[in-house]
């Protein structure tokens, strides 16, 4: 397993998604199943760069680690800020017209979609999210 800790601010998103290519690199990962990755990444660690600390800013753990039988990755996510389950509200309802839908949680629809598994948990002041992706 690996880990980067860095400050969550939008403009070290491109940081945390070369940390975890790299990571995807050296199992031959699929250029689908790595852009899904990208995508997930990306849209998680901006959620924590725009809400976790919100006025302030604070630190980001991600942890990735490799999981050999069957072949997958899984990613996690650590920060100490405002405790929220993203899996806790409701998908937005896709079947309304663009228009007619309040902003918001597209996004972690997509990471629920496209990802094999999605998992939260707050504990010891944490919030702690993992996606794990088969490869």
């Known amino acids: 397993m690996k880990e980067l800790t860095l400050e969550a601010t939008p403009e ?7 940390f975890v290519d790299e990571m995807l690199a ?7 199943e ?5 995508v997930a990444v990306d849209e998680l660690f901006s959620n ?3 809400y976790a600390y919100n006025p302030e800013t604070g630190y980001a753990t991600v942890k990735v680690d490799v999981v050999k039988e069957p072949l997958a990755v899984e990613i996690t996510f650590v920060d100490n800020g ?6 806790a ?21 997509i990471v629920k979609k496209s990802m094999d598994a999605v998992d939260y ?13 088969n490869l």
């Open 12 to 18: 070290n998103v491109d940081k945390v998604t070369e």
């Open 34 to 38: 790595q852009t899904a990755i990208d």
């Open 82 to 87: 405002v405790p929220y389950d993203p899996l």
């Open 121 to 133: 948990e707050y504990k010891d002041g944490k919030n702690i999210l993992t996606i794990k992706k």
């Open 89 to 109: 509200k409701a998908d937005p309802d896709t079947t309304q017209s663009i228009e007619d839908r309040p902003i918001g949680g597209m996004g972690i629809l």
């Open 26 to 32: 050296e199992y031959g990962c699929g250029i689908r």
């Open 48 to 50: 924590i760069a725009h």
